[in-house]
């Protein structure tokens, strides 16, 4: 037999930590408290309306005698639940938003797609969000409704999503009139999902939500360095991390309390040429992870390909010259760049 939740705590929880949902999961509301979570509180509407409801969440929670009997009166009264529009609308806004995160966080270049053939990914990735969201949101409560019938109603626009990306909204609003129509009563007069196996699938879920912002974030965000350049997060963020060494760390962890964290980030970036960097390997056609004897051995291919003396008209001649000088300076810098990680990895093998 569960303990009896308390509604002062409950009511503490919500002042602390509502917009997280942690009045949710403590009276045993997963679903809820997840969505809370992920939205801020119900994007910040839900949270404020909570404070009218958490007695009704309570005495769900501690099973209710009166609450119990109404369920069930409710229940034979009436083949389903009302239409709920603050649900619907909950449902909408909810799968719009994971719609739109899981479009922003498949990048471009995914799976070696083409520019722009990476929107196909969108018809089956979206849809999924979409239904994920309103499926969450249709089981909260008393209520329930199947994943399949979220599923198809986000699927009847899918094909469009490669050439508008906006019929997210649509995908939303068709999923979220499904759900609506099928949905039923939930059987049982327990309510709360307190079981290890809902807790271990949303929090993985959780995970993976995390994991888009921060896909999004990487291959969308870009600063821009003090002589106007703009680079992508993505582009810095491998080759800063690489190169940092243990006392770098603890420098820049000491750092945090003198200065901006970010400041001193993108500081350090700008000093360490990422964007030559990128240019240099895209020079010579090598990916991040290329080691000191793929450029050398790409660098002597590309020098034969563009030297001077293999060309005969003096247009190809200027040409070969300019892309031959090219990968010079593309070649001396990758090499200084990795005989310095060379080095400084045998310099903490040999502290070892």
């Given at each position: 037999m569960p303990s009896r939740k308390s509604t002062a705590i409950a009511y503490f929880f919500w002042l602390i930590g509502g917009f997280g949902g942690l009045h949710h999961f403590y009276l045993g509301r997963m679903y809820h408290?997840?969505?809370?979570?992920?939205?801020?509180g119900g994007f910040l509407f839900g949270w404020c309306r909570d404070f009218f409801y958490i007695p009704h969440y309570v005495k769900v929670a501690n099973l209710d005698k009166l609450f119990i009997k109404n369920h069930f009166s409710e229940m034979r009264s009436m083949e389903q639940p009302?239409?709920?529009a603050v649900r619907f609308t909950g449902m909408m806004f909810t799968g719009t938003l994971y719609g739109f995160l899981a479009q922003l966080a498949i990048p471009e270049n995914c799976f070696g797609l083409?520019?722009?053939?990476?929107?196909?990914?969108?018809?089956?990735?979206?849809?999924?969000a979409v239904a994920f969201a309103n499926y969450l949101i249709?089981?909260?409560?008393?209520?329930?409704?199947?994943?399949?019938?979220?599923?198809?109603?986000?699927?009847?626009?899918?094909?469009?999503?490669?050439?508008?990306a906006d019929w997210t909204v649509y995908c939303a609003f068709f999923s979220s009139g499904l759900a609506q129509f099928k949905r039923r009563f939930r059987p049982s007069a327990n309510l709360t999902s307190r079981s290890p196996r809902v807790a271990i699938c949303l929090a993985l879920c959780l995970c993976l939500y995390t994991s888009?912002?921060?896909?999004l974030i990487g291959f969308n965000l870009d600063f821009t360095t003090s002589n106007g350049t703009k680079i992508k997060i993505s582009d810095v963020i491998?080759?800063?991390?690489?190169?940092?060494?243990?006392?770098?760390?603890?420098?820049?962890?000491?750092?945090i309390r003198e200065e901006n964290l970010f400041s001193k980030f993108f500081r350090n970036v700008e000093a360490m040429d990422v964007l030559g960097e990128t240019r240099a390997l895209s020079t010579l056609d090598l990916s991040w992870d290329v080691t000191f004897d793929d450029i050398q051995k790409r660098y002597r291919e590309l020098s034969k390909k563009y030297h001077?003396?293999?060309?005969?008209?003096?247009a190809e001649k200027l040409a070969a010259t300019d892309r031959y000088i090219e990968v010079q300076h593309a070649y001396e810098y990758l090499s200084s760049s990795?005989?310095?990680?060379?080095?400084?990895d045998k310099m903490k093998v040999e502290v070892i």
């Open positions: 408290g997840f969505v809370w979570w992920t939205t801020g009302h239409f709920s083409e520019m722009g053939e990476h929107r196909f990914v969108w018809c089956f990735v979206v849809p999924f249709g089981n909260i409560g008393y209520q329930c409704v199947d994943f399949k019938w979220c599923l198809i109603g986000s699927c009847i626009c899918a094909p469009f999503l490669p050439y508008r888009c912002w921060i896909s491998r080759p800063y991390f690489k190169s940092l060494t243990i006392s770098d760390i603890i420098g820049g962890i000491s750092a001077p003396d293999k060309h005969n008209s003096q990795r005989r310095r990680e060379m080095t400084k």
